[in-house]
Structures are given as C-alpha cells and as structure tokens.
C-alpha cells in the first residue's frame, strides 16, 4: 500500500483529518492512523479478557509486517508497515472481527469505557471512538493552553539569537537584523512548546524575545567594555571583569541613547517578522 487513501478501496472512509480513516464491521469500528516511519496504527476500543493478548502475540509472531499489537485499558491496537496491501490489512481486520465476536468482546466507548453507542468523531485535533455523553464532555471541556512552557520553549529558542546579538553587536546597526531571527525562533519555540497561538501566546513570545535581546545587549557591553580598556592600553580587564563596571557603563546618556535605538529598530525587524509569519502561516490554521 503506498498511501492510506487505497484504504478506500475496503471500505475505509476518510475523516476531516487526512491522516485518520474510519472503518466499521459487524458493528465494530476500526480507526486508521497514518503514523511517522511507513506505519499504519489500527485502533479498536473493546472490552475483552487476557485471550485477545494472546490472539494479538500471536500475530506480530506470525507476521513480519506488524510492528506491534497490544491490547491495554480497552484498547486493542495493531501498528502494521504500510508495505503491507490493502487486501492483507482487510483479511487482517476481517479476522480480528471475528475474533471478537466469537471471544464475546464488547465495544465500549474509549472515553469512559462503557458498553454504549459510540462514533468517530473528530475533537480537539484527534479523531477518537466516543459515546454521547463523551462527546459532550470534551466539546465543554476547555483545552488549556501551557503558556509557562510556551514562554519557557521561546525563552530558550532565542538563545541563539541573543548569543548572535552578543557577538556582533560591534558590528552597528546591522545587529538588528537578528530581530528576524528573535522573532521566528521566540514563535517556534513557543508553538513548540505550548500550544496553538492566541493573543496572550503573542505577547508571551514577544516578551521572551524582547527579554532575550536585553540578556544577548548585556553581554555584549561586557565585550564593549572590555574592548574600551584594550584601546586605552594602560590596563587590560577579563571579559567578567568587565560586568563589575557595567553600572557605571549604563548612567551613560550617549550609551543609552545607541542602545535604545538598537533596539527600536530591532523590535521593528521583530514585529515584521511576526506580521509575516501571521499572514503567510497563522491565518491559514
Ligand atoms: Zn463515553
């Protein structure tokens, strides 16, 4: 089978996630995942007893392209390589029906585990196996938002650019050009990290670029002093050194004033970059 769609061809049905088909037999629902590496994940929610383990270790024994069958809290699960034909995974599936129906295993619902009338249904990202009562829960429940993580995901993105910013800020104005960088990476490690974007999640990602930046400016007056005592060569002083005369740096007005616009220009080049990402990528989700 090159693509799950030929799954079509023995009665799966597609989804509103291109990635998920459903199937049912003797009233037994089946879904299908395409999963990463070649994979194909078959999913059924059953209440059965010790013997379906067996039934299930005897396939992957059997079969050299089942990677793996496991039947654990109600669900009886079978992960086969795609190079298997639609026509296999349809007598495969044939003979698990069976199986259950002759083993007297139940369908329950996936979310509470009980003998109920369930559906596929697609809820918060996943297409899952659900009763009513189910489907109702997880439609009020609220999916949180991990904002710590998020922050902590952009935070930790944007080392790279403040390490950047560190080490060419000599260089003039031209470092505000990593303010592209600061605000792709604060955006890819909170999405990483958190979860889909909202208007706090912007702001988050924002502060952890802008927080970034200062970190990334503080180390590069410690090179910036230190470079001072190299040129006026009646003293050298180490990089660490340096950070003891940092106060006295900073209550400089001309000091400030080039540092500021460093970073006006920088959040420009944040803000351009988070404009693009939100028109080009967000919008579109
Ligand atoms: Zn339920």
């Keep these: 089978m090159k693509h799950i769609k030929e799954l079509e061809t023995i009665g799966f049905k597609p989804t509103a996630k291109k990635q998920f088909y459903t199937y049912k037999k003797d009233g037994y629902y089946i879904i299908a995942q395409s999963l990463v590496g070649g994979k194909l994940g078959l999913l059924a929610s059953v209440k059965s007893d010790n013997a379906l383990i067996s039934y299930l270790d005897k396939l992957t024994i059997h079969d050299e392209n089942i990677v793996r069958a496991y039947y654990d809290d109600y669900e009886c699960g079978i992960v086969v390589k795609m190079r298997k034909s639609a026509e296999e995974i349809d007598a495969l599936l044939n003979d698990l029906v069976a199986y259950f129906m002759s083993s007297g295993s139940k369908q329950v619902c996936h979310g509470c585990h009980e ?139 001309e000091v400030i004033g080039v540092t500021l616009a460093y970073f006006a220009y920088t959040y420009v080049f944040i803000f351009i970059t988070y404009l693009l990402i939100y028109f080009l990528h967000e919008r579109k989700m």
Aim: hydrophobic share 50%; with cysteine.
């Design 115 to 253: 003998v109920k009338k369930i559906s596929p249904v697609h809820i918060h990202g996943d297409i899952d196996l659900l009763c009513e009562e189910c489907i109702l829960k997880k439609e009020t429940e609220e999916v949180k938002p991990e904002y710590k993580k998020g922050m902590l995901g952009a935070v930790i993105a944007c080392i790279i650019p403040a390490v950047i910013w560190a080490f060419t800020h000599r260089l003039g104005y031209v470092v505000s050009a990593t303010g592209i960088l600061f605000g792709l990476c604060s955006y890819l490690g909170y999405k990483r990290s958190g979860h889909k974007m909202s208007k706090k999640g912007w702001l988050l990602t924002f502060f952890a670029a802008a927080l970034m930046m200062h970190v990334g400016e503080l180390f590069a007056m410690g090179f910036a002093i230190q470079a001072a005592f190299a040129s006026s060569s009646t003293a050298t002083i180490g990089y660490w050194q340096a950070f003891v005369l940092l106060p006295a740096f900073l209550s400089d007005p």
